[in-house]
């Protein structure tokens, strides 16, 4: 789910770990004398914020007078000659829902774009990101876009470029494409990005300086687009105003977009590729989810159902649908892994890691990636490790157990809406973090999102808590008290290097007595207490240490302080606040009028240090049971897909096959393009 087209280059931090992992692990006690206490996080119920529960509040109004399945064009941009042949602004004229923000998933202009002797984006990115709010400020038509080359663009309002409504879409046009230098009488081409992604990992995957120079270690200088346009099809892309955006509003834009591209070239269908994310606005669209009749009588169940309203029904327009490593069962990838939430706190808004949701309503500042002092990038000494929400907090015992709230939603109640008994900003307030400082953007982070001020719940990450769902019993989370001698999961596993050996070392440093340690990690001994602790509503991860902190201890005995490292709502509270929408779509099939479907999907672990989903492992040499992100119950869903289907349909109309690279890989690997050309090929 998570993509990128960049290197996933390893941070200098990545050595510390290493050094104090060589040192050995520090050892942990558990006092089970102690019993927790009363969280004291939600405060006073009778005082929680009101929620918006009208259904209409969460729906943009109509683009003109009333709503409609149809699609405007409000304009186009022509881009460098290096670059895209034509981007176009699309406006939907149907019903959609109102895509939320924050600043780390609002378009990013030129000045925006993130850069540093380290990771050089903005020399090699900077000027594609620029055409994408170019392309939506065609409507917007404000100066805070800003332009290549200049950092003075003053900020843009929440309804701009950089943050486009709902209804919008960017439809790319390859170079020949946009010069009818391609072949009319074949199918054309719609390609679909995922999460994180942009219609640009299509076309320059390496990025661009605008002379021909890639990004530094890259080597693949053109993408799927020149691929498709050397073989004569006239070949097109999406960009989402949200790269984590709603799943119905995207299946909308696609079928918008189809539309679009067989009034462009005249043909009746068109072959439809989607990676990843992608793929679940796809099978939307192909299940008609405005037929659906089994929604649930919940809030947000109700919700989805109004959504699905807007989708246009299937319209027989897909020739060939490949599904690129997508997400068909669902993912709980942030869920498994504590050290990926722990780097989105960590690290700036523009970052190149850090986009993604987390899945803590708050955690413990000791989990922040500081040492000492220098625990903001403000310091004499900056640490570049602190720079979003972990800023000030987390470096001296002083601050270590002050809470980082991310949400304000603390469950649901028996309907199913949110409960928020404290503004988000009252929270972290309250745990010493500056009120000048603070803005609701920097701290809505959650993959569930917060209750704002006005009692209305804004996620950014709205797709993907639609597709949340819970695999372990699938894939159970590894216990490394079971692990056979013969290996050590500690050395495959990310969280174990990285999140939990560095919080056990960090609580356990005693700068008052060299001898003595300071205090140790309440888990078990096969490790899989905390690990759980997204999956599960009131954690029970926890530890114990000297300094006692009273705004968040539990409890205090025998000279130990006891603190919460971190809480959630849980993946079920998560999954219901989506619609539970993976339910609804692994218990129907495609529709049967679609001409093919190729599920294609990665089957390796990915590149050298690119390895994000580890737990499907059996042991470090064994199939990675996935593609690196996804495991291969969600990609590798052909079964599933065509449910409903003959035997006789299923074995003419469709196939599935596995390909050595990893998810981050399949979409910009020329070997993985091949496969995709000779399918479309094949059909007559």
Sequence with gaps: ????????????????????????????????????????????????????????????????????????????????????????????????????????????????????????????????????????????????????????????????????????????YGPKTALDQCDKTKAPVLLVHGAMQNANVWLRPSGDDGTGKLYPGMTQATGFVQALEAEGFCTYATTFGNFHGDNFNQAIHIANALSRIRSLTGRPKVNLVAWSKGVVAADLYMQSPALWTDWGPKYFEQLAALQSQGVPNFRKDVRTYVALSGPHLGIDLNFRHPFNPLLIYSTAENAPLGQGPVTWSYMSAVQCVTWGYADSPNDIFPNPYAYSVCENRGGTWLDYWRRIYTSNITGLDATGIPLAPKSLKTLNTEQGASASGYTFDKYNLAMWGSVDDTGKLVSAYLGQMQVAYDLRPYYPLPNRQDDPVSYDWSTLDTDETKWRDWIAIKTNYNPANVFGGAGWIMDDAGHTTCRATAYDPASACRAKHLYYDSLTAESYSL??????????????????????????????????????????????????????????????????????????????????????????????????????????????????????????????
């Design 1 to 172: 789910m998570l993509q990128s087209s960049l290197p996933r280059r390893s941070f200098a931090l990545t050595a510390l770990f290493a050094a104090f992992s060589a040192m050995g692990c520090v050892a942990s006690s558990v006092d089970d004398d102690l019993a927790p206490g009363e969280d004291d996080e939600i405060g006073d119920v009778s005082s929680a914020i009101t929620f918006t529960s009208d259904y209409e509040a969460y729906f943009d109004p109509p683009a003109t007078t009333t709503f409609s399945q149809s699609y405007g064009v409000v304009g186009s941009i022509t881009p460098p000659s290096w670059s895209w042949g034509k981007i176009e602004l699309l406006q939907g004229r149907q019903k959609f829902r109102t895509e939320g923000y924050n600043l780390r998933t609002a378009k990013g202009r030129w000045q925006d774009t993130f850069e540093d002797s380290t990771y050089p984006l903005r020399t090699y990115f900077g000027a594609l990101n620029q055409q994408l709010v170019d392309g939506f400020n065609l409507f917007y038509k404000n100066a805070c876009a800003g332009t290549v080359g200049s950092t003075s663009a003053t900020a843009c309002p929440d309804k701009g470029p950089t943050r486009p409504e709902a209804r919008f879409v960017l439809l790319h």
């Design 559 to 684: 000279g130990y302080a006891q603190y919460k490292l971190m809480d959630g709502i849980g993946i079920k509270a998560v999954m219901e606040m989506g619609g539970n929408l993976i339910e609804r779509l692994r218990a129907r099939g495609l529709s049967t009028s679609l001409d093919y479907l190729y599920v294609l999907h990665g089957t390796s672990g990915g590149a050298s240090g690119q390895v994000f989903e580890i737990d499907g492992m059996a042991c470090p040499t064994c199939d990675p049971k996935g593609d690196g992100v996804l495991f291969d119950v969600s990609v590798a869903a052909r079964d599933q897909l065509t449910q409903g289907w003959t035997s006789a349909n299923k074995t003419a109309k469709s196939k599935q096959e596995g390909v050595p690279y990893g998810h981050l890989e399949v979409g910009v690997t020329p070997a993985v393009w091949a496969k995709m050309i000779t399918q479309f090929k094949a059909l007559p």
